[in-house]
Each structure stands twice: as C-alpha cells, then as structure tokens.
C-alpha cells in the first residue's frame, strides 16, 4: 500500500533534528500511568490469538475476528456491537463516550480480513501466531492489518482503564471485506453511519519505511486522499469467421490496435500541490543537492520530473494510468469470435473524472469500428483536507516520535475502506504507526508477514498518544 521503491537514491546528509515541541502535555500524562512493558506484552498476546483466527479473504469468516475484539471489549466494560452483513460475515463497532462532547465522534478503523496465504511458502504457519525468538510475530494481517486493529482496539482499553475524560467520542470499527468488495465498509456507509457519526476517521494508509524514497531516509507517508478507481471492459465487435483466415477488421485485431494505442498512450505528469508538500518534506530531511530540487516545485518540475516518470511508483502519483489487466473473449482456436473485451483499470488523479478519461479513450480508439465501453466500478476520488487538526496531529506525533523522519502528505495510488467513506463527508486519514524495513514492508500481501513486537508496542503508544492529542480532556495535575 505505502508508495515503495526507491526514487531517488542519493545519500542524504546526517543531521541531528530538534524534535518539535509537545501541545498537549497534560493529556499526554495519561499515558505516563501505563507501564509499557506490560502493554506490550498484553499487545502481543492479543494480536497471536487475532492473526490464529483464519480470516482470508475470500471467503472472509471475518465473525471469527469480530466475536474475539467483542469479548475483550467486554471483559473491559467497554460496550460494542456486532452486524453481520453476509453469512459468517460481521463488522464491529465499539464506542467510548464523552459525557460532554464538543466534538464529533472520532473512529479507528481497520479491517478483520487479510489476503490469502500460501503457506507452502511460509517459513511459519500463517494461521498460529507465533512469537520467535526474536520477538517477531508471525502471521497473515501482522502487518495488513490486524496488527493496528489491536492497537486500535487497545487504545480504547486503555482509555477505559485509565478513565480518561473525553472530548468526543471514541469509536472502534473493524470491518469485513477490505481486501475484495469493500462490503463491510459499504454496510456500514449504506445502514449504520448515521449513528456511527464521526466526522473523522482514521485507517490504513501509508507506513513508515526506512529508505522508502531516498537512501538511508525514513519516510512516512499519511494518506489524505486515494486515486479514484475506473474500471472498465472494453468490447470490441466485428464480423465472426474461420480462423484459417485473416481479416483486418476482426474484433480480435481490433481490439489489439486498440490496445496498441492504449499502451502507447503519454500520460502527461501532473502534479498536485501535495505531491510538492512531501517531496519538500523529504528535501528538507535529505538536504544537500537531492534536497535542495526536492523543496522546489520549479526544479521538481525541470531537474526530477524525468526520474519521477521512469519509476512506476513515483509517476503513478503524477499520472492518470490506465492499465490493461486482462482478456477474454476467444473460444476455440479456429474461429473468430464476433465480440472480444479487454480490462482496464485507470487510477485517476484528484481532479481527473471518469468523464475525462472516457473522453481520451474515445480518442484513443477513434477509427476503431465495433469499440464499446462496460463500466465495472466508478469511485471518483475525494481528498480529505490537509489543513484539518486531525491530518496535522498525526504529522505532529510522527515528528515528536522520529525526529528525523520525513513526514508528508499521499496521494493513495490504491484504495482503502476510506474512499467509500470520503463521499459521505468523512475526512479519513490513512497512516499505520509502524516503522518497517523494506524486508518487513514486502511481507504485506507476500509470504512471512511478520511485526516485531517493539514495532507493535510502538505503534500503540504513538496512537494512543494521537487519540489523546485530539480526544481527551487535560490530565489534572498532569
Ligand atoms: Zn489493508
């Protein structure tokens, strides 16, 4: 999920930075009650009996995951419920309340699905939660992302045990089909977010990885928005025949002019002001020549514009793609079929519609007889402020937490439960507190997914610490 790869591999200069100074010290002293050695422990018992509980998607099972978070929800008062929205298929949502709110609810969401596993080339079952020697905890969704569902869900146990007075509201989500259809989000968007009601929500995102963008530089990534997601099947008609043969205006050999064009196709770069906000970020951390480019737009566009484009990652951020991801159509051997589709999937700018880009694949095709267009899912995309207290805290935290990390805003060249939230007025952020090495990083979605446990502990802490920040009430005597 998190924008890896390398962009530009210069060695940054070393500096030591001054961490920023803390806003909230007395809501932070809630925190200094908790022994961490002990959470930490607590933490990593939790997520081994979550990651033992089989929720591959598909087919799900993702009530297995949300009758466990409920029972120790229960255990600690804390009230919660559960809706199932296919067979065997639940969300849960938990809610801390405020007895005076000032502000709109606050959700922390993850999801209870996690991608299949090929266990086969596991070094460890994907399903038993395992804990090494050292302290790694093995299993499918370590990473994506039942470890920050545990976080998550901690953070309102700790809350709870520690009485905090709140602000708002505190809601605990943890949905079903993330890795497919988005169905649990979708149920919960379509039936219960009116009662949910939070104003803003945080989820997955981007992460942070050493060396993500240049050398030796961690970057963090916080996910303000996400491509919008285009997809499209491509139909091409023409005359049917015997495969012994050739016409030129078969469907099959139209639909391959076609998809000539297509690959031909020179996206030109567009950069959202954003895109400048994180590259400045890195620039600043880098310094030197890297970072001198880095912090200006004139010279991003003039000096790196050509690197930025030739790594796939970095000019899917830059770019409205379109990617041909598959056929069909053709029966036997012999015979020319009179309908043959190709699949699209274009991942769209902010700023960029459907519209748009239906408009330059009818240019593209123009001349081609027999082209038609299926539209297969259409979720435009929706940016949540940058300039909003929740987006600036979990920068400001990540900052108080490692000092000399580049932190910035994403543009999510894929998507999350977040964008289906977005429509709704939502602002969702997308950021997983971990800090992982590139090895950790390609775990998620691939075999070994594992989270070392001072990575969990971390990253608990630092959540905690940003729910603090934006809903608790001054710790007297703090
Ligand atoms: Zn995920």
């Given at each position: 999920?998190?924008?890896?790869?390398?962009?530009?591999?210069?060695?940054?200069?070393?500096?030591?930075?001054?961490?920023?100074?803390?806003?909230?010290?007395?809501?932070?002293?809630?925190?200094?009650?908790?022994?961490?050695?002990?959470?930490?422990?607590?933490?990593?018992?939790?997520?081994?009996?979550?990651?033992?509980?089989?929720?591959?998607?598909?087919?799900?099972?993702?009530?297995?995951?949300?009758?466990?978070?409920?029972?120790?929800?229960?255990?600690?008062?804390?009230?919660?419920?559960?809706?199932?929205?296919?067979?065997?298929?639940?969300?849960?949502?938990?809610?801390?309340?405020?007895?005076?709110?000032?502000?709109?609810?606050?959700?922390?969401?993850?999801?209870?699905?996690?991608?299949?596993?090929?266990?086969?080339?596991?070094?460890?079952?994907?399903?038993?939660?395992?804990?090494?020697?050292?302290?790694?905890?093995?299993?499918?969704?370590?990473?994506?992302?039942?470890?920050?569902?545990?976080?998550?869900?901690?953070?309102?146990?700790?809350?709870?045990?520690?009485?905090?007075?709140?602000?708002?509201?505190?809601?605990?989500?943890?949905?079903?089909?993330?890795?497919?259809?988005?169905?649990?989000?979708?149920?919960?968007?379509?039936?219960?977010?009116?009662?949910?009601?939070?104003?803003?929500?945080?989820?997955?995102g981007?992460?942070?990885?050493?060396?993500?963008?240049?050398?030796?530089?961690?970057?963090?990534?916080?996910a303000f928005t996400e491509k919008g997601s285009f997809?499209?099947?491509?139909?091409?008609?023409?005359?049917?025949?015997?495969?012994?043969?050739?016409?030129?205006?078969?469907?099959?050999?139209?639909?391959?002019?076609?998809?000539?064009?297509?690959?031909?196709?020179?996206?030109?770069p567009t950069f959202h002001p954003e895109v400048y906000t994180l590259?400045?970020?890195?620039?600043?951390?880098?310094?030197?020549?890297?970072?001198?480019?880095?912090?200006?737009?004139?010279?991003?566009?003039?000096?790196?514009?050509?690197?930025?484009?030739?790594?796939?990652?970095?000019?899917a951020l830059i770019t409205n793609t379109?990617?041909?991801?598959?056929?069909?159509?053709?029966?036997?051997?012999?015979?020319?079929?009179?309908?043959?589709?190709?699949?699209?999937?274009i991942r769209m700018l902010p700023g960029t519609t459907s519209?748009d880009m239906?408009?330059?694949?009818?240019?593209?095709?123009?001349?081609?007889?027999?082209?038609?267009?299926?539209?297969?899912?259409?979720l435009p995309a929706v940016e949540s402020p940058t300039?909003?207290?929740?987006?600036?805290?979990?920068?400001?935290?990540?900052?108080?937490?490692?000092?000399?990390?580049?932190?910035?805003p994403l543009i999510m060249p894929g998507t999350?439960?977040s964008q289906?939230?977005r429509p709704?007025?939502?602002h969702a952020?997308g950021?997983?507190?971990?800090?992982?090495?590139?090895?950790?990083?390609?775990?998620?979605?691939?075999?070994?997914?594992?989270?070392?446990?001072?990575?969990?502990?971390?990253?608990?802490?630092?959540?905690?610490?940003?729910?603090?920040?934006?809903?608790?009430?001054?710790?007297?005597?703090?």
């Open positions: 999920m998190a924008a890896a790869g390398a962009l530009v591999l210069l060695a940054p200069c070393s500096t030591h930075r001054v961490p920023p100074v803390d806003l909230y010290p007395e809501r932070q002293a809630w925190a200094q009650q908790i022994d961490w050695s002990v959470a930490k422990q607590e933490a990593t018992s939790v997520l081994s009996a979550y990651l033992a509980l089989d929720t591959s998607n598909p087919p799900g099972r993702e009530s297995l995951g949300a009758a466990y978070l409920a029972s120790i929800l229960a255990s600690e008062g804390i009230e919660a419920s559960t809706h199932e929205f296919a067979p065997g298929r639940s969300n849960l949502v938990a809610r801390l309340r405020s007895e005076h709110p000032e502000e709109a609810p606050l959700c922390l969401m993850s999801h209870i699905d996690v991608v299949t596993a090929e266990t086969e080339h596991w070094s460890q079952d994907p399903f038993r939660g395992t804990v090494d020697d050292e302290g790694y905890i093995w299993g499918r969704g370590a990473l994506d992302m039942k470890g920050t569902g545990v976080v998550e869900l901690l953070t309102l146990v700790w809350l709870k045990r520690l009485g905090v007075p709140l602000r708002r509201d505190v809601v605990l989500l943890a949905v079903g089909d993330e890795e497919v259809d988005n169905l649990g989000v979708r149920f919960l968007a379509d039936h219960h977010w009116d009662d949910i009601g939070c104003s803003h929500v945080l989820n997955e981007g992460v942070g990885v050493e060396g993500a963008l240049v050398d030796g530089l961690t970057t963090f990534a916080v997809w499209l099947r491509m139909h091409v008609d023409g005359p049917p025949g015997h495969g012994s043969t050739p016409m030129p205006d078969s469907a099959p050999a139209k639909l391959v002019q076609a998809l000539d064009r297509i690959r031909a196709r020179k996206p030109k590259l400045g970020a890195i620039g600043e951390r880098a310094g030197g020549l890297t970072g001198a480019v880095l912090r200006s737009p004139t010279l991003v566009r003039s000096l790196a514009v050509g690197r930025l484009m030739d790594n796939p990652v970095s000019r379109i990617n041909i991801t598959g056929f069909g159509g053709a029966e036997e051997p012999n015979v020319i079929p009179s309908r043959v589709w190709a699949q699209l999937d519209a239906m408009a330059e694949l009818h240019e593209l095709t123009d001349g081609i007889d027999g082209v038609s267009f299926e539209v297969l899912q259409d300039d909003d207290a929740v987006y600036q805290t979990l920068v400001r935290r990540v900052q108080l937490e490692w000092p000399d990390a580049a932190v910035g999350t439960d289906i939230l709704l007025g939502v952020y950021l997983t507190h971990f800090l992982l090495t590139p090895d950790e990083l390609r775990t998620m979605h691939g075999h070994d997914e594992r989270i070392h446990v001072d990575t969990l502990a971390t990253g608990l802490r630092v959540v905690l610490q940003v729910v603090l920040d934006l809903a608790a009430h001054d710790k007297p005597g703090g």
